[in-house]
């Protein structure tokens, strides 16, 4: 049996130091955290702790380091809360556990992160402040989740609900994304043909038409598909120009009030889109609203915290007036039924939940059975978009083939005569 030195935090979240009688570091963990206290510092007496000039230099090492290294990507938090979620339920202390965490973390940026994490939870802090210390990484819902966990005493079971939401969510993130690749590509493609035929094939035919044709006046058709080839040849400076800075215009226009306002207004009425645009984001919010009010969060914050995450203004909105509402004493269906965004059959279930008392659970059916429409709804568009695709095309590149062949018939015309 060797002495351990140690540092812990007791219940009440106050630091304590002593000595335990321990055969490795693991057993002296062990015995701590049996006695209701969480170890944040096991050294074998007699052990010389590590100087301050050592001590400096690791900090240094990892602020350095949180500057660098890939982008932290939802999947990996997802991950990382996952794992942790699982070791704690393994019966690792907290601490413990994020050091397990940051050794196995192969993207640097997040190691110094969770380091810095860990580094407050050493110093008597809780860990959701840690975690508040990166909100561009940990946003408010995290944050909250994990402080209602830790005052119910229940932090693992947070985080396994937690993780189990962000899977959903990240899961729901790529079917729609996946539903956009091919009208992308397709669009693409449209454009790359276009430009090909009239920067390299126009001007050909156009020579032709002007060798053989004598100078004789084209069909209108013609005359547009030379005249639109004749200004991207000459001016394609000019023309990338206004390509790129449409596209930057329409990206700031978006970012103003005005801009999201009406980009949200015809992404809900858009038909077809609007449909899975609105079962996206219910999905979205009663699964939020969901996992916040089942880890203990107050139905005010939680609201306040859905409404940060929605995206969509007119979402925003009708949840800020639920708020005032509640807050005013109202129940939560009440105004929901109010708010023209919400089905009838979603503001009867959190009805039906209220007087129930299981309002979480409610909205968690509620947002799973969103999830299946928005699977259905993501199939259903992308079975519609690919022959509308395929037409645009079609009817593009024909329009110039067309023009470019009416000459040609009249050539032929001139030739049998």
Not at 10 to 16: I, R, T, V
Not at 151 to 165: E, K, M, Q, T, Y
Request: proline share 4%; with cysteine; aromatic share 6%.
């Amino acid at each position: 049996m060797a002495k351990f030195k140690y540092t812990a935090i007791d219940a009440n979240g106050k630091q304590k130091t002593g000595t335990v009688d321990a055969a490795s570091q693991d057993e002296a963990s062990s015995k701590l955290s049996a006695s209701g206290l969480m170890p944040t510092k096991i050294v074998e007496a007699g052990g010389s702790a590590p100087s301050k000039a050592a001590s400096s230099k690791g900090s240094k090492k990892s602020k350095k380091s949180g500057g660098f290294g890939k982008v932290i990507k939802s999947e990996d938090l997802t991950t990382f809360t996952r794992q942790l979620a699982t070791l704690l339920d393994a019966g690792l202390p907290l601490l413990r556990a994020l050091e397990v965490m940051i050794r196995q973390e192969k993207n640097a940026r997040f190691q110094a992160v969770l380091e810095q994490i860990a580094d407050q939870v050493k110093s008597g802090n809780s860990f959701s402040d840690g975690l508040a210390q990166h909100p561009k990484i940990f946003d408010r819902l995290f944050v909250n989740m994990v402080r209602a966990g830790e005052a119910g005493g229940v932090l693992d079971v947070v985080l396994a609900r937690l993780a189990g939401f962000m899977e959903k969510a990240l899961k729901t993130k790529k079917k729609v994304k996946a539903a956009m690749v091919y009208p992308i590509v397709v669009v693409g493609v449209a454009v790359s043909i276009v430009a090909l035929l009239m920067v390299v094939v126009v001007p050909k035919f156009q020579a032709i038409f002007d060798d053989m044709l004598e100078g004789a006046a084209l069909p209108g058709p013609t005359q547009l598909v030379v005249g639109m080839s004749n200004f991207m040849r000459e001016n394609i400076l000019l023309t990338m120009g206004i390509l790129i800075a449409g596209f930057f215009g329409l990206k700031f226009f978006l970012r103003t009030p005005v801009g999201s306002k009406m980009f949200n207004w015809l992404s809900i009425n858009t038909p077809k889109v609007g449909d899975l645009v609105r079962k996206v984001n219910i999905a979205r919010i009663t699964r939020t609203f969901g996992t916040l009010l089942s880890s203990g969060v107050p139905i005010l914050q939680s609201i306040t915290i859905t409404k940060d995450i929605t995206g969509n203004k007119f979402y925003e909105d009708a949840l800020t007036r639920m708020h005032d509402c509640v807050r005013d004493g109202e129940s939560l269906a009440a105004p929901m039924a109010r708010e023209s965004v919400f089905p009838n059959m979603v503001t009867s279930m959190v009805d039906v939940g209220e007087e129930t008392g299981e309002l979480a659970e409610m909205l968690n059916r509620v947002a799973d059975n969103y999830d299946e429409d928005v699977d259905n709804a993501v199939a259903g568009i992308t079975s519609i978009i690919e022959p509308v695709m395929i037409v645009f095309l079609a009817v593009v590149v024909g329009f110039i083939v067309i023009a470019l062949f009416l000459p040609i018939v009249e050539i032929i015309k001139q030739l049998t005569g």
